[in-house]
């Protein structure tokens, strides 16, 4: 997405031109603590990725790096305070897509611009699976389709919310099956997942850390993976393109960027870092602990995914008319 990438090409030309004065504002960072915003509540894998950077972060710079939980409108608090941050790497995000590529797809008004952001780099992803209520899980995947292709509006899919990636998942997946299903919006995850094991709901699209572990005590089943390979953390589950569905790619991630206007030359060493943290053993190790699968891209790199994120999910909610106010 063009405007997602611009200010890092524009970045680049400016930190051409700074010549060795802002090679050596680069070498000097950091010097003081750091503050990583993370937009949404304490507690689930959006905040225990940034979290696991922070602290070897802290070690790598000896510096103090506070990671603070600034939860609310699906995001936009957050991102709206980190936005006004003055632009010296001092003061990030690390943020699943919704502030970076969902929200000014769906928001009229925001208090920010995330195509503004200065990317750092994608973290970790995570797919999206779809799981299912215990009194379905005997029947195939297929089976299941027809059923719901069959009966508009009969079988209902819990999301943690209007707007959320699992709903838009959701979305994406009626739109392809070009089946009916009612809405049923939680507000986070908890509640959602408690329904749908109660058998309240049919369905729902969850992170795959959230659901696994009900879903290894058979309280709930996944019965696909929104994904182009299956996982290894569930080498039986399918993934969609198996059953028929290949454009049902959905997942979820965290990605760190600065305040626009940050000298690149200071994204680029935070970047790296992200780059060599995300690949340390144990870093790997708690990442696949929760299911999430190491990445630690480039600025640029970053800005081309989040760009056709940002796409995709924005044809997503057009197609299926979703606002939000």
């Known amino acids: ?57 802290a070690l790598k710079w000896s510096q103090p790096v506070i990671v603070e939980n600034r939860p609310g409108a699906g995001g936009n608090i957050g991102a709206d305070t980190f936005a006004r941050a003055e632009p010296d790497g001092y003061t990030l995000i690390a943020s699943p897509p919704g502030p970076m590529a969902i929200n000014f797809n769906l928001y009229k008004k925001l208090g920010y611009d995330a195509r503004r952001f200065a990317p750092i780099s994608v973290a970790a992803t995570m797919p999206t699976v779809l799981v299912v209520r215990p009194e379905l899980a005997a029947m195939p995947p297929q089976d299941l389709f027809r059923q719901i292709r069959g009966n508009p509006d009969k079988f209902t899919y819990a999301s943690q919310g209007n707007g959320t990636t699992s709903h838009l998942a959701a ?18 995850t908890a509640p959602a997942l408690t329904d749908l094991i109660g058998g309240k709901v049919d369905l729902m699209f969850d992170n795959i850390s959230s659901s696994l572990a009900f879903h290894q005590s058979g309280r709930v089943k ?35 960027a600065a305040p626009a206007g940050t000298p690149p030359a200071i994204t680029a060493r935070i970047s790296q870092a992200v780059a060599e943290i995300v690949r340390m053993p144990d870093v790997q190790k708690r990442f696949a602990d929760l299911s999430a699968a190491p990445v630690g891209d480039t600025p640029a790199e970053m800005a081309a995914f989040v760009g056709k994120e940002a796409e995709r999910w924005g044809a997503v909610i057009r197609t299926a008319h979703v606002t939000l106010d």
Not at 23 to 39: C, E, H, L, N, W
Not at 234 to 247: A, N, R
């Open 222 to 256: 996944i019965i696909a993976v929104a994904a182009d390979r299956r996982v290894a953390s569930l080498p039986d589950v399918p993934t969609f393109g198996e059953l028929g569905l290949p454009d049902v790619v959905a997942g979820s991630w965290v990605a760190f």
């Open 171 to 188: 979305n994406l997946f009626s739109m392809e099956l070009r089946a009916q299903l009612l809405h049923i919006p939680y507000k986070g």
């Open 1 to 57: 997405m063009k405007q997602f990438v611009a200010p890092l090409a524009a970045g680049i030309v400016a930190w051409t031109c700074m010549g060795s004065a802002g090679a050596q504002g680069g070498d000097t960072f950091p010097s003081k603590p750091i503050r990583i915003i993370v937009p949404f509540p304490a507690g689930g894998t959006a905040d225990s990725i940034p979290r696991i950077v922070a602290e070897k972060l």
